[in-house]
């Protein structure tokens, strides 16, 4: 089974919906009671007791949310203000019910906003956003528009439930108008839109108790959950305690050219840490100054050219790869080209590898099947061309996987790995961390020392990806 939650469109939320109903045998009201008990949990442990907190409730099942989430927070003592902002609609059926069952509450303190120009938040309060879902079909328009905004002027934290208000499901234009939440908690899936990288979004999926087994996808999320987790670990390389160190596998890299010598160390490091039986670096002499820290690595000095070719016995190596410190030159576009031809085994490629493969694309078509590319967003733009956004740029990722049969990881805060199957496996450990100089070699490095040991690109890619998010690769 594939690792991760399924990413689901608005159509497919609501097929699980009334799934789960028929099979539970619920009424719809019941399934919000336990779907909003589920955020109400999640939020306590975000905003501290006694806060202030202001509930924005709109005119459809999403406001419904809300109204009921501000039932649950106003009897466990927080200070509450709800608005149900209708401005001229007509409240749906779900909340009309909320509305009539809540009137007597008064500690909600309801007010009913149908003007702009009448809405207006407490000084000092936390605000959740409940005006729309996943329903919208179109961009937020006129008063709704300018509400928007005059929330996002509050400066005030905000939470989201299920989608930021006036985003689309798959929508990638940042010029919408909608929330800017610092926190999403999102219903049961991830929504395509929240891993777009113009969005700018950080979410959290609540499990609902909502079914999505029946339900199929192409897509999916590898989230820092304990499930999730579990899952990932499954499928690290097994380690069996009766082994020795050719049991896990013989890692080459090649890099770390003059000035660079640094990328290639990182990766090496990493290689070795993440279980590799041995490790080796092709690199220049002067390189041996940044690996003779490592003893655990072996170095073979050569020129990264076509004078080290007889220096690499191709069969001893079940694990390649090729490229931080690499350096950019026709001698290391010759040599690259010559290693191409040389491996037969998947290879990975990354860094400099992929410079000299966007100024040379017909190498990509002698990249050996199932091999693994890494590139950050420039580098993707200089492989394949500019994308629109993160939709096009995933169709685009999936397109070239399947016809190059390779796996790209494309780096991103929500990194994706398109696979030649199709599949597009999103992850979600990515954090500010990563964002310096060496990650990238690091995960290249990873990458490859697992590789080394189960031979499966998808699974070391996936698990390289997840656990340097998560900074914990525990083989």
């Known amino acids: 089974m594939d690792p991760g939650l399924k990413i689901l469109t608005f159509a497919d939320n609501k097929a699980c919906d009334t799934r789960t109903l028929k099979k539970e045998k619920m009424h719809p009201h019941d399934l919000m009671d336990r779907a909003v008990f589920r955020i109400f949990q999640q939020l306590q442990t975000m905003i501290p007791e006694k806060s202030n907190i202001s509930i924005l409730c709109g005119p459809g099942d999403n406001g419904a949310d809300g109204l009921c989430l501000s039932s649950m927070l106003t009897a466990r003592g927080y200070s509450i203000g709800t608005l149900i902002i209708l401005l001229g609609k007509k409240p749906s059926p779900a909340l009309s019910f ?30 959740i956003d409940a005006l729309f879902g996943t329903g919208l079909t179109r961009p937020l328009q006129n008063e709704w528009e300018s509400l928007v905004n ?34 999403v908690l999102t219903i049961q899936s991830p929504k395509p839109a929240l891993l777009y990288p113009e969005n700018k979004i950080d979410f959290d999926v609540v499990d609902c108790g909502i079914s999505t087994k029946m339900t199929n996808t192409n897509r999916l999320y590898l989230d820092s959950g304990s499930a999730i987790s579990e899952q990932m670990k499954n499928i690290l390389p097994k380690r069996p305690r ?44 002067s390189c041996i100054t940044y690996l003779a820290a490592q003893p655990g690595i072996m170095h073979i000095p050569g020129l990264l050219d076509k004078s080290s070719l007889p220096k690499i016995n191709a069969e001893k190596f079940s694990s390649v790869a090729i490229g931080p410190g690499l350096g950019k030159n026709l001698a290391t576009t010759d040599f690259l080209g010559d290693l191409l031809d040389m491996f037969q085994i998947p290879l990975i490629l990354d860094a400099d590898a992929l410079n000299i493969l966007s100024e040379n694309t017909g190498m990509l078509a002698r990249l050996p099947e199932n091999s693994l590319i890494t590139p950050h967003p420039a580098e993707f733009k200089r492989l394949f061309g500019p994308t629109k956004n993160g939709r096009d740029k995933e ?8 016809e190059l049969d390779i796996y790209i990881l494309a780096k991103d805060t929500y990194s994706f790995l398109a696979c030649p199957d199709g599949k597009i496996f999103y992850n979600g450990t990515g954090n500010s961390g990563l964002a310096r100089g060496g990650s990238g070699d690091k995960l290249t490095g990873t990458i490859a020392g697992l590789f080394a040991q189960n ?14 998010g998560a900074g914990n690769v525990v083989i």
């Not at 169709?395 to 399947?402: F, I, P, Y």
């Open 98 to 127: 909320r509305m009539d069952l809540y009137a007597q509450q008064k500690d909600m303190n309801v007010q009913v906003v149908n003007s702009v120009e009448l809405f207006s938040l407490r000084e000092n309060t936390w605000v």
């Open 150 to 183: 005059k929330i996002n002027d509050s400066a005030y934290k905000i939470i989201s439930i299920d989608m930021p208000s006036g985003l689309l499901g798959e929508s990638c234009d940042e010029n919408m108008p909608f929330i800017k939440s610092e926190k």
């Open 242 to 285: 009766h082994s020795h160190k050719g049991t896990f596998g013989h890692t080459l890299l090649i890099g770390g050219n003059t000035g660079m010598h640094g990328a290639i160390s990182m990766a090496a490091r990493a290689c070795y840490e993440a279980g590799s039986g041995l490790t080796s670096v092709l690199s220049p002499d």
């Open 395 to 402: 169709l685009l990722a999936s397109e070239k996987s399947n």
């Open 455 to 468: 031979q499966n690109m998808r699974d070391a890619a996936l698990a390289g990806m997840y656990f340097s």
